[in-house]
């Protein structure tokens, strides 16, 4: 069983607010036994993958970590494949369906960046996870942009040889301020977070206050580590 079946099932319960308990009695099992295929202590059969895949109305590929995409397409659902030239229209709709998915993780999960800055009532830290932010946007931006040579470069002011090392610095230097400010200690012009007790956070709490958003916010850092794990 892979190894990310209990965090799914964690989450999605979690997700829709719903008590093992609650889950355990609408499935017909021990909430013990429950508890168990969520701890990864137990492994659960064909047939329970199965049903519990219609019971949070997801496909057992999703349960399994194996794709972002939750239900079952006409033909089932595999991961894009790799674009290449001769790329037909069936590929082409595959390529615009991961953009409008990669689209709504991000979106999503920005919105809830944003909302928990609010929370915070700190100008500092607001400003350097929005310089962050902004800076990343930039070097994307820019290296998209002059994937064609023949696009005129008058649109920035930095040199090419030049904006990638100091880009890059500068989300180094912005983000170990931003560690600083989180853990109430000043940086720069700012004073530390005062009130960092009102980021209380958890599954249960992030789906409780952001219903809609929660689902991509997950599946963002389910993508973002499995890269991550790929690397080390």
Do not use: W
């Not at 902004?134 to 920035?156: E, H």
């Not at 993508?223 to 790929?230: I, L, P, R, Y």
């Amino acid at each position: 069983m892979a190894n990310e079946f209990p965090r799914m099932v964690t989450l999605l319960r979690k997700e829709r607010g719903l008590s093992q308990k609650k889950v355990a009695l609408d499935l017909n099992i021990s909430q013990a036994l429950l508890s168990h295929y969520e701890k990864g202590i137990r492994e659960c059969g064909l047939d329970f993958m199965v049903k519990i895949a219609d019971y949070f109305d997801v496909s057992c590929d999703y349960l399994l970590g194996r794709t972002t995409e939750r239900s079952i397409g006409a033909g089932g659902y595999s991961k894009p494949a790799a674009s290449s030239p001769a790329a037909g229209p069936a590929e082409e709709k595959r390529i615009a369906a991961l953009v409008d998915q990669n689209r709504k993780l991000i979106n999503d999960s920005m919105s809830i960046i944003f909302e928990l800055l609010e929370q915070t009532d700190s100008r500092g830290l607001t400003t350097e996870v929005s310089s962050y932010l902004m800076v990343t946007i930039y070097k994307m931006i820019r290296l998209i942009y002059s994937a064609n040579t023949k696009n005129p470069q008058a649109m920035f002011s930095v040199l090419p040889e030049l904006y990638k090392g100091v880009s890059s610095a500068m989300q180094t230097v912005v983000e170990t301020k931003i560690s600083c400010l989180a853990a109430g200690k000043p940086a720069g012009e700012f004073n530390g977070l005062a009130n960092g007790a009102s980021l209380q956070l958890s599954p249960d709490i992030i789906s409780r206050k952001y219903p809609d958003e929660a689902p991509s916010l997950y599946n963002l850092i389910r993508e973002t580590e499995d890269s991550m794990k790929k690397l080390v």
